[in-house]
């Protein structure tokens, strides 16, 4: 591992540009400490790595419509509860009467909608191809248990469309290479993103979550750089294939969309719905396909593309913080514009007078 | 703003709620110095009290919920002899409590704080979940002069009973505006230091105070009766209340001897000190309609009793149930 | 993206299992997955991603010393 | 039984409420005089504080809401320095609070009042409309001995930064519960008089002292760092957190930095004084898993600072938003 | 006025047994102390006067159901609250989630209704003569504007019924004269009690409220002792013939039943339900024409009809209190046995250490 | 039974009055009877029930007195 970091620290090649769009990485890379370790000339960019907060403001405004409805019960990850629609947040939502329930699992709506089929159960679906998988998965379960007061509003991505996206003719700052997501690849498996390694001719190597396996995959990227070739460094869960009775059970359920992404517009093919066949257990999806920006000053698209720098956004830091966040970057504590303004730490928060007991 | 479960987490969002609103109304140094307790200064004997305030609306014609918290926590104080110096206040927020309702209330605390010149040394913020509900605790903290003895337990047969005015009408206010009867009652809801005060400088022998809140004159009187094994007697014709409140409580078959004041207190004092401590509550700001209205006796032990306009004889239980508008 | 952690299966009542993590147990759909009890497996949000491999793998070191070859190809 | 609003009317139904479940788990002279405030005797330096407690679950693995009101203030007393001496004690409790459950709450909070040595000498209780929950407010009154001074901003570039223990244990026993996550965590809710008593009496020279609640150690050490404007340095590999609550915060994506205790304090000390606070703590009853974590340093004033295990330095904030469970 | 008191006082016939109807009369009897103005000769019994506390058990019970499904509301009088079920009152139901509004009057119903149509109001429509009409002018409004959401939980009685029950052969002790209801006669005018007071040769008194009228009337009935005759003492609000519109309003949507009383069972016709052609508006009242009695001990049948004082139960004071109210005279602060408790304040109150602050 | 109080009609809106109560005002419904503004009425659950006589009515006493004739029929 030595060897490794001294690699990192010593590099003086070109500036690359290496992207993590896995907000998981993202949050690893900066709870090591990961940038203090690399030379200048490696420059690590977060991608559009979380799928809580790449969900559209109508998402949410839908969810809460929804969760307003009397006998409707919103169910969600935790995570989702702080994301903004165009006037609140579910959280906020919540303080107006709009049933919110947080869970750990997906799963858990199973015993909830059992033991209540009064109330109508929806699901907030949000979630990469590791996440669809579980969906699938209570589906099926649902049906075999007969369970009908449960729904689910989607809002399902896919990575290589994407990944595509950032990469393509329009734009302008090429990535030198990706830290491919280790969890998705554990259902996609490596080959999910050979295609694209070699469209672009650039490295993608899929990385585990320890602090050393994303210095080691990082290492491989810049020992890559300009070569078209996927290299999996999480052997312990990704195989060449990936999870072949999950992709089934995903095929089963639900099939390829549109999607629109907070701050980036529609990518064609980059989501994921309910197949018609369940339309039953769908609450509305399929009319959530447009994204209308919150606020219009967001350089989310860029950041996340990699173009833009958090700093450089007029309104980081300004209108847009961590508390009052405008797009999907500020939204998450993943996202590339919280971590920024949490590493650089603004005057605003500076000031703040703390209070001491809790 | 709507409060979230964010300004409960004690991270960036509970700071920024108290240096927003607290902070800035509350503003002295101890409290600014944020630590988990105020250190202040001390005395040889002390006071110390404490209630909640659920009230419902928070604002209501004479006051508000943070006038209601301090008032409230300061008569306590007076009530045991005790000169009021600090409290603490801890807010529980309801999701969607409106942080503006809550400046205001911080805003209404700092000024009635001010008035019964008590510093607000602590504080404390949570958030639960529920529809915008606030709710305050405050306790305080009170030096006790050398000498000083005031107990329910005091009273003797001779001594005169006071109240400092009209009863009921802060209950009264409150529901009016909760049942939506048009009147214009107001809340007695006010600090009764100079009240208080008054009749210490004038030498008037207090034996038992009390401020007449939840349960109304009925309860704290039966509770002096049983504390002094004694028997209260009162005069209703003495007792007094105002015409709209008679009639607000004729509409909705209420007793005002059950009713909840917020700023009226009754006192047990020497049966020659009567007219002292009547003057010096007439006197004060919030005292106008001080009335004598009865005497203790050795009649019936433990309880209290009331003559009637017709010469009946009425007795007096504390409060019963919950005391709730009637039809019947 | 996808918070998920390796735990070992402790017991399987049909298609759920008890995933051990650290002392921490938790019911986990395994309809993904082919387990057994004693199974090291990676869960995300209440289901069985994949089993992991017991195998000692490649030490990272290892992996990136073997890129060599494949980096002769790059045009830097 | 089930709570109604009828007990929160200060009528005989509150009364029956507070001399049956209340007086008799608290029973102390003072609290028996059932005063407006209680009168006690005093110190000339004092300490005063305020929490509330909105718990969910009432009961938990390790505690339950009525020893966590008790340890939570008396802990901010010990925080400042003071030797805790006076509770009061303020509950609100929703219609359908089950008065069994009020009764083992109250004792609970009577034994941890034994362990800490404090007297509980005033309370309150008010019903709102709900669903059975039950909120406790607890501020406390300690004395502060001659010479004393702790505080946030006094620590200085050289100084130790010590933990008392295990990180986010109360925090994971809780959300474990609300979860449906098996294991074997317990609450660390405790007085911590003993532990600060003991590094007093051994002469550590303390700066600064906080327990580590709500908001977690990196929001307390933030709070340090602000305050005394300058830089807490920690080192990663020396937080204690025990391996289950590792696993619990790798299952919901929580940071043990961010977790709220309830019987963990942190100190800074004088640098020289480090391995005493250490031994002082680890003897003590509460501090098996002590640990020195980092020191004061000027390198980036107003911020707090983790060496990473490898070699990175990460930028601690204070907890931004609510803390809750992840899934990405 | 001096003059009345001293014929009250210094009456020397055999004693007299005379009894109020009226729960407000007997609250103002103990409010201004008149038994003990009265000759020892002159003894004041407390009937059935208070419509809330003669509502049997079962209908609490229902009413309890009823605010517990989903989109039900009950609306009440505030005094209905602590009547006790036979498990529960609507105050220890609320606790668990019934759905219980308090309103002043039933015409709030309007307001309430046609703001929320999602929900359905169900009104506790306890009374005597004198409410009914009001329920009248309720659901004469709600059709004039067309609102649908609202129900009548009925439990209505009628005076003269009762009265004769109580005068009955049946009963032992006979009552020589009645304090008639005054609010009730102002609806039925005095003639109402006329022929009762033929049939048992007895005074009925019509008075009003204030102490001095209640003397007077008391006075009436000591003087009237024996005859057959009904005088109004209370003419400024009551006429021979009563409300004449009031009596065509309640006869258009309510018509005679047999009624329940806590603690007494069915006496025929002295109850009044909706007529079938409104029968939308009822919320199952004619399903709860029994009695079934709570605690066997409890003797309100006795104490209602004069036969039987309060101190004579012997769960009086011990398990039937006014905060454990057995029956329905001591549910009601205008029961007998209520006002029979505070006057006495047993050993089990005076025991009670305060609280003192508030 | 039946809580009542007698206050005065301040003014009428289609079937429902003002009714004031020594400076308490609620709207009450006017349909069971004939009122005007300034009448005094006696409001029962929000319902006018009855507008009061306001001619100087016979004294309680005056009352009692002429029931000395209808008490001679009685067998005491
Ligand atoms: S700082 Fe805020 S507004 Fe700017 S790009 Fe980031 S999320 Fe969008
Ligand atoms: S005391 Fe209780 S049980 Fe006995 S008759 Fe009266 S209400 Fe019934
Ligand atoms: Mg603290
Ligand atoms: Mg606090
Ligand atoms: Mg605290
Ligand atoms: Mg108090
Ligand atoms: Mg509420
Ligand atoms: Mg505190
Ligand atoms: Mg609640
Ligand atoms: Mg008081
Ligand atoms: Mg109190
Ligand atoms: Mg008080």
């Known amino acids: 591992m030595k060897e490794i970091i001294e690699y990192l620290q010593s590099y003086q090649g070109r500036t690359l540009k290496l992207m993590e769009v896995c907000g998981t990485h993202t949050a690893e890379i900066s709870r090591n400490g990961i940038p203090g370790l690399l030379s200048p000339s490696i420059q690590l960019v977060s991608g559009p790595g979380c799928p809580v907060c790449v969900t559209v403001t109508e998402y949410i405004d839908r969810l809460i419509l929804l969760g307003k409805e009397p006998g409707n019960i919103v169910v969600t990850f935790g995570d989702m509860l702080r994301v903004p629609g165009s006037s609140q947040s579910l959280s906020e939502a919540r303080a107006e009467g709009c049933q919110v329930r947080m869970v750990y699992s997906p799963m858990d709506m199973l015993k909830l909608a059992g033991e209540n089929p009064e109330h109508t159960y929806i699901f ?108 999996n ?6 195989t060449r294939e990936g999870n072949l009775t999950a992709q089934a059970a995903v095929e089963e359920y639900f099939e390829p969309a549109d999607a629109a992404w907070r701050g980036m517009g529609v990518i064609p093919g980059s ?9 039953a257990f769908d609450a509305g999806s399929r009319e959530l396909m447009e994204d209308r920006e919150k606020n219009k000053g967001c350089c989310c698209a860029g950041v996340l593309t990699g173009k833009v720098r958090p700093v450089q956004c007029p309104l980081f830091g300004k209108v847009c913080t961590p508390q009052t966040p405008q797009g999907a970057c500020m939204v998450s504590t993943e996202g590339s514009c919280f971590n ?13 007078i703390e209070a001491g007991d809790k | ?25 509350f503003n002295n140094d101890i409290l600014s110095r944020m630590e988990d307790s105020a250190v202040v200064a001390g005395s040889s004997r002390l006071a110390v009290t404490t209630d909640s305030f659920v009230v419902n609306p928070l604002f209501f014609p004479g006051g508000d919920i943070g006038k209601l918290s301090v008032c409230g926590t300061v008569n306590d104080l007076l009530m045991s002899g005790a000169c009021p110096k600090y409290l603490t206040c801890g807010f529980i927020l309801e999701e969607g409590a409106d942080s503006e309702e809550l400046e205001k209330i ?70 009016s505006a909760r049942m939506e009867i048009t009147n214009s009652i107001v809340s007695d809801c006010a600090p009764l230091g100079e009240m208080v005060r008054s009749m210490q400088e004038a030498g008037v022998r ?91 006796s050795g009649k019936e032990r433990g309880k209290v009793l009331l003559t009637t306009p017709l010469g009946g004889i009425r007795v007096i239980t504390e409060l019963i149930g919950e005391g709730l508008p009637r039809i019947c | 993206m996808c918070v998920a952690l390796p735990g070992r299966v402790i017991e399987i009542e049909g298609t759920t299992a008890v995933v051990d993590f650290q002392g921490n147990r938790v019911r986990a759909e395994a309809g993904l997955v082919c387990v057994k009890p004693g199974d090291s497996v990676l869960v995300h949000a209440g289901c069985i991603l994949q089993v992991l491999s017991e195998e000692e793998g490649k030490q990272l070191t290892e992996l990136f010393e073997e890129l060599e070859e494949a980096a002769g190809e790059g045009n830097n």
């Not at chain 1, 579980?134 to 896919?158: H, P, Q």
């Not at chain 1, 989501?271 to 339309?279: A, D, I, P, Q, T």
């Not at chain 1, 590493?343 to 500076?350: G, H, N, R």
């Open chain 2, 206 to 296: 207090i034996k038992a105070m009390r401020d007449v809140t939840r349960g109304g004159l009925a309860t704290v009187l039966h509770e002096f009766a049983a504390a002094s094994d004694c028997c209260v007697e009162l005069t209703q014709s003495c007792l007094p209340v105002s015409d709209q409140v008679k009639g607000f409580c004729g509409l909705l078959g209420l007793d005002p001897l059950y009713m909840g004041n917020e700023g009226k207190m009754t006192a047990v004092v020497a049966g020659e000190d009567a007219e002292l401590a009547l003057s010096c509550m007439q006197k004060s700001k919030y005292g106008e309609a001080a009335a004598i209205i009865g005497h203790i």
């Open chain 1, 233 to 238: 460094m999480y052997t312990s869960a990704v």
């Open chain 1, 271 to 279: 989501g994921m719905v309910l197949r018609k066949k369940y339309e």
């Open chain 2, 1 to 25: 703003m709507k409060i979230t479960m964010a300004h409960g987490s004690g991270g960036r969002a509970t700071s920024q709620l108290i240096t927003g609103i607290f902070e800035k109304n």
């Open chain 1, 124 to 231: 907030a679906a949000v979630g990469f191809e590791t996440t669809t998988p579980v969906y699938a998965m209570l589906l099926k379960n649902a049906l075999a248990g007969g369970i009908k007061n449960i729904r689910l509003l989607t809002s399902l991505k896919v990575m290589p469309p994407v990944i595509d996206w950032i990469c393509g003719e329009k734009q302008e700052n090429s990535i030198d290479g990706f830290l491919a997501p280790g969890h998705v690849s554990v259902i996609t498996g490596s080959r999910a993103f050979e295609g694209l390694a070699e469209k672009y001719g650039i490295p993608f190597v899929v990385a585990g979550f320890e602090g050393e396996q994303i210095l080691a995959a990082i290492a491989a990227l810049v020992k890559l750089r300009g070569v078209g070739k996927t290299v």
């Open chain 2, 106 to 175: 911080a805003a209404s605390m700092a000024q009635t704080a001010r008035e019964a010149g008590v510093t607000i040394v602590a504080g404390d913020t949570k958030v639960i979940e529920g529809s915008g509900g606030i709710y305050i605790n405050t306790a305080g903290v009170g030096f006790v002069p050398e000498g000083v003895q005031i107990s329910a337990s005091l009273c003797e047969e001779g001594d005169a009973v006071l109240v400092s005015g009209n009863l009921g009408d802060h209950h009264a206010a409150i529901l």
């Open chain 1, 340 to 352: 920024s303004f949490n590493s650089i730490l603004p005057e605003a928060s500076a000031s703040n």
